[in-house]
């Protein structure tokens, strides 16, 4: 865990977004233990997957859900 990097959510205008593929491809290799993809598709609908179980993923989500709102782990 010791190469841990914090998310700090900056507001950066209206109708921006960051590549979803480089997001990917710089997480390949990362040597992650769990991990979970969350995605909405150019027509609205969700893309969810994990390399869990649905209550290990859902953990995780809830983590980080708890880091993105309150800057805590």
Do not use: C, H, Y
Request: charged share 25%; hydrophobic share 40%.
């Amino acid at each position: 865990m010791s190469n841990v990097v914090k998310f700090e959510p900056i507001e950066v205008g209206d109708d921006f977004r960051f590549d979803p593929d480089e997001i990917l491809e710089t997480a390949k290799g990362q040597g992650f233990q769990t991990i979970a993809i969350l995605g909405q598709l150019e027509d609205g609908t969700f893309w969810v997957s994990g390399s869990a179980n649905a209550g290990e993923t859902l953990v995780l989500m809830e983590r980080a859900k708890r880091q993105i709102v309150f800057g805590e782990d």
